[in-house]
């Protein structure tokens, strides 16, 4: 597991410290929770798309494959 840090509002950290205390569970595993639900509710795709064939014709070196792959990879990116 990574440790980070989550600045909260004094409302927010007072209801988490209660829900912690009710229910038994740790703040950490509540917001680990939260984050879960947040991100499986997510309208994102859940799976990740097949990156798409590139036929130029004649073959690319393995450095020209890769900014073709960069520059796809920036350009969806940018769509979000």
Known sequence: MLKTTVYLP???EVRL???????GVSKAELIRRGITMLL???PRPKTARTLPVF???R???AEAMDDVLYE???ERAARR
């Open 55 to 57: 036929d130029s014709g």
């Open 40 to 42: 499986d509710n997510s």
């Open 72 to 74: 796809h990879i920036k």
């Open 17 to 23: 410290d209660a829900e912690a205390a009710a229910t």
């Open 59 to 61: 073959p690319l070196t």
């Open 10 to 12: 004094e409302e927010l």
